[in-house]
């Protein structure tokens, strides 16, 4: 199978090139993070993020054929020739295939995901929760902060700075629509503001792209309804 | 590297709704036209001065048009906060299409009320 890869070393290259590989390896049955680690048994200058290998981590997000998502679910045999790999757009990159997150979590921790509540907990209780309340957490929970859809994010490229960015709004609202959380009000004066939350046109990569079937574009829209009613 | 930039100013959620609820007003205002001219085909200058001699009318397509020129300012405010990042630059533009579409406004009413 033929690849192009995306090659850069801040260290001696002066600009990024495509590297082309030829692998010889069955389409059927492996995913495309095992071709890249065959490729780097061949040349082990290229670097790429790896853990779990299977959609749990969040740590292989790439360009795959000009489309975001997780190396390690996605199946060799679905992808056209050549098969061209670039790192996540709109991040620095640090080498390769790795980018430099330290913008996307800083909008994650800007969001306080964890939950805020003032009351003491028991001595012997939980913070207990309805079925029904704990399927609301349903299709957010599930988010693994692999980047895919914040770098898929026109207005996340425009305004990387500013934006939260679709991953963050998806984990915002994870805590605004948990029972056991006492900052809704907080939480909504967080968001409320034209870059951090109104740069959401609803173009809707995020959701074509999230490898985890994920909605935030629905999220997003949910705050938006909940500041609607908060101000009418 | 992380930026610190100052951000967090409170407001946006009356701006989305008027973008919405002015679109309504437009699509409303675009089938009843549509609705209208279809029923009623004008084909001179006489009908087209009937037509517009009613004050409902003229209301309507006064509304029409403020919202138009609301959604319209609102639409390219966004794209200038998308695209252009020099703050002044942005101000200049902002400036420009505020001065620009109340003049349209203005010109509208001399069009609906002004002499026939």
């Known amino acids: 199978m033929r690849f192009s890869i995306y090659r850069y070393n801040p260290d001696t290259d002066s600009k990024p090139y495509m590297q082309d590989y030829t ?28 853990s779990c290998r299977e959609g749990v981590c969040g740590s292989d997000g790439m360009n795959i054929n000009g489309r975001n998502g997780l190396a390690c679910v996605t199946p060799l045999s679905e992808l056209k020739q050549p098969i061209t790999l670039r790192p996540l757009s709109g991040l620095p990159v ?13 909008h994650y921790r800007s969001v306080k995901p964890y939950l805020i509540n003032h009351d003491e907990p028991g001595q012997d209780v939980e913070r207990l929760q309805s079925p029904e309340d704990r399927a609301k957490l349903d299709g957010l929970y599930e988010c693994i902060l692999c980047a895919c859809c914040t770098t898929a994010c026109p207005s996340f490229w425009w305004n990387p700075d500013k934006f939260v960015g679709p991953a963050g709004l998806l984990q915002a609202y994870r805590f605004i629509a948990d029972s056991r959380d006492q900052a809704l009000n907080e939480r909504l004066d967080d968001l409320e503001d034209p870059y951090r939350l109104f740069r959401c046109h609803s173009i809707m990569n995020c959701v074509d792209v999230c ?4 909605n935030p574009t629905q999220a997003i829209g949910k705050i938006k309804s909940l500041l609607v009613k908060r101000t009418i | 590297m992380v930026s610190r930039v100052p951000s967090g100013d409170r407001y946006g959620i009356k701006d989305w709704l008027v973008q919405r609820l002015t679109a309504v ?42 919202s138009l020129f609301l959604h319209a300012w609102l639409g390219m405010r966004d794209i200038f906060m998308d695209y252009v990042h020099a703050t002044l630059i942005r101000l200049g533009l902002y400036a420009l299409v505020i001065l620009a579409l109340v003049a349209y406004a203005a010109w509208a009413v001399r069009i609906l009320w002004g002499p026939a």
């Open chain 2, 25 to 66: 007003v437009m699509a409303v205002y675009t089938l009843f036209m549509t609705g209208y001219l279809l029923w009623q085909p004008v084909s001179n200058f006489a009908g087209w001065q009937e037509l517009f001699h009613s004050l409902p009318v003229r209301l309507f397509s006064l509304i029409f048009l403020l």
């Open chain 1, 23 to 50: 692998l010889d390896i069955e389409p059927e049955g492996n995913m495309l993070l095992d071709a890249i680690l065959l490729i780097k048994a061949q040349d082990e200058t290229l670097s790429v993020r790896y």
């Open chain 1, 211 to 214: 490898p985890k079937g994920l």
């Open chain 1, 94 to 106: 640090i080498r390769d295939l790795v980018v430099d997150m330290s913008q996307f979590l800083e």
